[in-house]
């Protein structure tokens, strides 16, 4: 199963543009790059999802180099209640249901 | 927006009694799951259901453990004889194509599973 790895926790203030990078260097090409979002007491909302290159939704921007061994998941002008766990997951069409520690991101005033 | 709906929210029992998570996952979807997280760790995968059958299951997911698809809507997860250890929030998840579309897996809210 592919493995991800992120940083375990990162700070930032209200208004800035938060950054989240995901290594993946195992990646199949069957894998599919999908972030989610976690509140405590709640389950994983997704994000957004990409297979390569740049896909933006309303939410979130989301970059996937040519070699795929890696992806950064771009919040802009981020809140306080964007402050949750973010999770970068890989899918191989229902095949890896694994989900990494995730990345703890605090938003303060 | 479709939901995937878990009851009940909270439920305590005694150690050893048997306990049955209930969820209703979105209607159109095919692939279910149910994952776990212990407070203040990450998620854990349990066990998938695809075409009425297990497709994958963890190695958390023991005989203790058990999933149904009783009706054609509702998925469930049933602890035989709880323990301590399996307290936990238990998610149900669904998917319309296995996770590789536009909008990954659906979760529910969770159920706050206390074994006292």
């Known amino acids: 199963l592919a493995k991800t790895t992120q940083p375990i926790s990162m700070d930032s203030y209200e208004g800035q543009e938060v950054n989240i990078t995901c290594s993946h260097n195992?990646?199949?090409?069957?894998?599919?790059i999908t972030w989610y979002q976690q509140f405590p007491s709640q389950g994983p909302r997704f994000i957004i999802q990409g297979y390569k290159t740049k896909v933006t939704n309303e939410v979130a921007s989301l970059f996937i180099p040519a070699d795929r061994k890696s992806s950064t998941l771009s919040l802009p002008r981020v809140s306080l209640s964007d402050t949750a766990v973010y999770y970068c997951h890989l899918d191989n069409y229902g095949q890896n249901f694994v989900f990494g520690p995730g990345t703890r991101l605090s938003v303060l005033p | 927006e479709p939901e995937v709906t878990q009851t009940p929210s909270h439920q305590v029992t005694q150690m050893g009694q048997e306990v049955i998570l209930r969820c209703v996952p979105i209607?159109?979807?095919?692939?279910f799951y149910w994952y776990r997280q212990i407070l203040g760790q990450k998620v854990e995968f349990l066990v998938s259901f695809y075409n009425n059958e297990i497709s994958e299951k963890s190695e958390i997911f023991d005989d203790q453990f058990s999933v149904e698809r009783p009706d054609g809507s509702n998925f469930t997860l049933k602890i035989r004889s709880t323990k301590l250890e399996d307290s936990a929030m238990y998610f149900c998840a669904s998917s319309e194509a296995g996770g590789n579309n536009n909008y990954g897996y659906t979760f529910g809210s969770g159920t706050r599973l206390t074994v006292v």
């Open positions: 195992n990646i199949a090409t069957n894998d599919y």
């Open positions: 209607s159109n979807h095919l692939y």
